[in-house]
């Protein structure tokens, strides 16, 4: 579908559903689905989803969704082969999109973990850094979140099913939070809510709970599938969670360092403050 | 729908203890009432039953970039300013399905979804979300095409303002010439005082609630005193939107360094624009169903401060931050002069207390004003 | 609701003309009887057109205001809903609602020579006027049409712009920015035509249409030549989601293309064109 003079789809399209390393949340998000796994069955041929099914049928595929990050050697044959055999590739999920809260080692000796955890370490195959899909193939669409949003992911399937190439919104979450009538907690409750920074597909969840967005659908108007817009001003916001809400920098470093931490908006500004 | 001109009766004294009387009578009449709630930390307008549903013994504080709650020993019960929201999402929904569409035989037909039109009293109307209903009714109402959705939900409204007698450190309606005091547009207008109130009406509907309360002729001395109280919640503002010059000293700003400067500031997160009393822009969604026999067309409200507001085929005229705000803010106090007739500021000041980062407008018309150094 | 300029009224697909790969003309025709014999039109007005369960595109209306029974509208494969609009057959149906926005100033236009300056791959907007003058030829003065692409293989319409070349009293002059095998007109940028025209400022009337900085520095040069900016008429381009002025997208400052334009007199919007970021 990176095309963009593809005639509709016609057919059932093949999909496939396929995982590295992640919690399998965002897999479950689509079993969620269940007022519409009926009507998604005869739009769409389920061809591989292990979560889901053990008929596990081979590529090619028209879409594959990707769930999870790279994380071990056997993992890189494992994705240039399933762009081969896929039209168009979608990640979902913090972990394929933007190498998830395990790529929080990438600030850490991997070896470490390994002595600490394993009496054999030497058995362990693991690369020292977990890094999102798109750093190794063509990514088509990315799905963010933690997990990602079911509404959104059907909204995505309903665009390609059509022929039209999917619309997947970037402003910031205050936008849908706003339209859902939330009162901000941050200006109300002093609390330092990401949202301002972090892009919109969650339907405000945190907020709708009082609670301050952790920034779990990634930096706002990035995408490593489109060219970017505005990079998010972290660093206005961060000065205002300094300056008023009286957050300490290592509280910054946690801050921004989280679910999609090594996403190069929210690591500057963990680097920024990881310094002072 | 109301209007300011149908004061017949002298201002009457409406006691406190009467106060429930003005429920009743609403309600008989058939309104559903809203009014300020306490609700996530702010107020927000939901429904009012019985006087003990009001925010009683709490007051606001808002600075630019915050809004807290406060213990209050007053009685009163419109000791709280105002919230997040002005009138806007209530005749402007957030979010409206339109037209839902059905697929059938290689065609399809639009079915038009009609808006709640429950008849609806909003209690604690303040003078500057008056005059930003004012202004929507203008883009909505008196243009080429009056939009039904808005219309209806409109002519369903009864409107009782209270005037302020409080300000924050975030207003400037005086500057603005929208209040303290509600001028216009409202059925009844009260102004609060700790035993009493004094209650006028402002329309033909608000007459006839009038006439169902328990009142009494106000003395010159209490009108007085009222409007004294008015007059130093007016003096008491410490930030204004000077006029002169407005729409041209804008547009003559384009390529001031200052936009750089608050740029670096900040967040293209929309908040302002979803605050702002007066902000109309709005958007479409399409959401078929996966049979592809049904779809919805959505009215959502958006932002100039979005990636997609500027963007056409390929170009984005808008892409920087800086971009979004100049429009924002040029649009707000110049270009809505030219389009129409009045600007599209009330000086509720909802968009620097809500502004995460506590950016002020009237700071920034100002620097914007100064030659560039 | 008695008046919903919301409301979507399906039309059918009669005729269909595919003129490039991603270019494709459509004759609709509305399928209410009553409104099919209610809809009028300007040369140069717009219809915002749906594609069930993807959304509306605004899209200017290229046949003759005379018979509104039929809407011309040419496409270009650029975005979601032209998309799937562009790959549309014959028979398939469509949603329309319009017509909105300032059309061309053809009452203005009559008894003056007419100068019609385009550029880039979208000139459909004054295709329907320079139609419209043709159907009405001895009502206007002198026609000359400029055409200027970027590169050869970006001339649309050759076939069109041949047969204007036959009309009466007509000049019909191509450019390109970059010179090809089988480019046989001058080569060289839009403006650089001008210099060969000769104009009577006083009695000339200009339409233009393509991209906005183009547009600003071929008028520019056409001031320096003794035309005033108020016989100048520019057609701009915005993003549009309601075409009815209140959804905010297409302002250009003070203006609402969408209803005070697209369509837009010169001098009221020199101020405005090709400033970054506006």
């Known amino acids: 579908m990176s095309e963009s003079n593809k005639s509709p789809i016609r057919k059932r399209p093949r999909v496939a559903v396929v995982k590295f390393a992640s919690c399998d949340g965002c897999q479950l998000s689509i079993l969620n689905l269940e007022d519409d796994l009926l009507a998604l069955g005869a739009a769409i041929d389920i061809a591989y989803f292990p979560e889901a099914s053990s008929d596990m049928q081979a590529g090619p595929y028209d879409i594959a969704f990707v769930e999870g990050s790279i994380t071990c050697p056997e993992d890189l044959p494992r994705v240039l082969e399933l762009r081969q055999q896929t039209t168009t590739l979608i990640t979902i999920g913090a972990c394929a999109t933007s190498g998830g809260i395990q790529a929080l080692r990438n600030w850490s000796d991997i070896e470490a973990f390994k002595r600490a955890v394993y009496p054999n370490p030497e058995y362990i195959q693991s690369l020292s850094t977990s890094t999102p899909i798109s750093e190794h193939v063509t990514v088509d669409y990315e799905l963010w979140g933690c997990p990602i949003d079911k509404q959104q992911l059907l909204g995505v399937l309903t665009d390609l099913l059509q022929g039209v190439k999917p619309h997947i919104p970037r402003h910031s979450v ?102 002072k | 729908m109301s209007s300011g001109s149908v004061q017949t009766l002298p201002l009457q004294l409406f006691l406190r203890e009467d106060f429930p009387q003005l429920l009743q009578t609403l309600k008989q009449l058939g309104y559903q009432t809203l009014g300020p709630v306490l609700s996530q930390g702010a107020i927000q307008w939901k429904a009012i039953t019985t006087p003990e549903d009001f925010p009683i013994d709490w007051k606001d504080q808002q600075e630019p970039g915050s809004y807290r709650l406060e213990p209050d020993p007053s009685p009163r019960y419109f000791n709280i300013v105002h919230g997040p929201e002005s009138l806007k999402p209530l005749t402007f929904a957030p979010r409206e399905t339109l037209l839902v569409l059905d697929h059938q035989n290689n065609t399809f037909s639009a079915k038009d979804i009609q808006p709640d039109t429950t008849p609806t009293a909003i209690l604690g109307v303040r003078a500057c979300d008056l005059a930003g209903l004012g202004i929507q009714d203008q883009i909505f109402l008196h243009g080429t095409y009056p939009d039904p959705y808005y219309q209806q939900r409109r002519e369903n409204l009864f409107l009782i303002a209270v005037n302020c007698t409080r300000a924050h450190a975030t207003c400037f309606c005086a500057s603005m010439e929208t209040g303290p005091k509600a001028q216009q547009g409202f059925d009844l207008s009260l ?61 003559e700003a384009h390529d001031h360094p200052r936009w750089d400067h608050v ?68 649009h707000k106090l110049a270009a809505w002069i030219d389009q129409f007739g009045t600007s599209g500021c009330v000086g509720c000041g909802r968009c620097i207390a809500w502004c995460p980062v506590g950016i002020d407008l009237t700071e920034e018309v100002q620097a914007l004003s100064q030659p560039p150094l | 609701m008695t008046l919903n300029p919301y409301l979507i009224h399906p039309a059918t697909i009669v005729e269909r003309k595919q003129e490039s790969t991603d270019i494709v003309t459509f004759r609709l025709q ?180 393509g991209p906005e900085i183009m547009m600003r520095v071929a008028c520019n040069v056409l001031t320096h030549q003794g035309l005033r900016p108020d016989s100048m008429y520019v057609s701009l381009e915005r993003h549009m989601e309601c075409g009815i002025g209140l959804c905010g997208h297409c302002q250009l400052g003070p203006f609402f293309l969408c209803k005070d334009g697209p369509v837009m007199r010169l001098d009221r919007v020199m101020p405005f064109m090709g400033k970054v970021g506006v």
């Open chain 3, 30 to 209: 509305l399928t209410d009887p009553a409104l099919q014999e209610s809809f009028r039109f300007e040369a140069g007005q717009f219809n915002m057109l749906y594609v069930f369960g993807v959304g509306e595109v605004a899209i200017s209306i290229v046949s003759d205001p005379d018979e509104p029974g039929f809407l011309d509208h040419t496409i270009r494969i650029v975005g979601r809903v032209t998309q799937i609009l562009g790959h549309m057959q014959i028979g398939e149906s469509v949603g329309v609602r319009g017509p909105f926005g300032q059309g061309w100033p053809m009452k203005e236009a009559k008894g003056k020579d007419v100068l019609i300056v385009t550029g880039g791959l979208g000139c459909a907007p004054v295709v329907g006027a320079i139609e419209y003058i043709f159907q009405r030829r001895g009502e206007y003065g002198a026609m000359t049409i400029l055409h200027g692409v970027k590169t050869p293989h970006d001339l649309l319409y050759r076939e069109r712009y041949d047969a204007w070349r036959h009309q009466p009293n007509t000049k019909v002059l191509l450019t390109s920015d970059e010179p090809g095998k089988t480019w046989h007109s001058h080569v060289g940028v839009v403006t650089e035509l001008f210099d060969d025209l000769e104009l009577e400022p006083d009695n000339t009337l200009v339409m233009m249409c």
């Open chain 1, 174 to 275: 205050c936008l849908d939070c706003k339209r859902q009538g939330h009162v901000c907690v941050l200006v109300a409750k002093g609390l330092p809510c990401l949202g301002p920074v972090t892009r919109t597909g969650c339907g405000a969840i945190c907020p709708s709970m009082g609670r301050d967005c952790y920034g779990c659908f990634g930096p706002a108007e990035h995408d490593s599938a489109r060219p970017p817009g505005v990079p998010p001003n972290t660093a206005s916001l961060a000065q205002q969670f300094h300056q008023h809400l009286q957050l300490i920098p290592v509280e910054m470093v946690r801050r921004f360092r989280g679910i999609n931490g090594s996403v190069q908006p929210f690591q500057e500004e963990s680097h920024a403050w990881e310094s």
């Open chain 2, 191 to 251: 102004t609060e005082a700790d035993e009493d109130f004094l209650i006028e009406a402002g329309s033909v509907k608000g007459l006839k609630v009038l006439d169902q309360l328990t009142s009494s002729i106000a003395s010159e001395e209490r009108i007085k005193e009222d409007e004294e109280r008015i007059g130093a919640c007016a003096a008491s503002q410490t930030r204004s939107l000077p006029k002169a010059n407005l729409p041209a000293a804008l547009y």
């Open chain 2, 263 to 330: 740029a670096a500031r900040c967040l293209s997160c929309t908040n302002c624009t979803m605050v702002c009393p007066t902000c109309f822009c709005h958007g479409v969604e399409e959401t078929p169903s996966l049979d592809f026999q049904q779809s919805e067309h959505t009215r959502v409200w958006d932002s100039c401060f979005t990636p997609d507001h500027g963007y056409i085929h390929g170009k984005n005229f808008r892409p920087t931050t800086k971009d979004r705000y100049r429009m924002w803010l040029t």
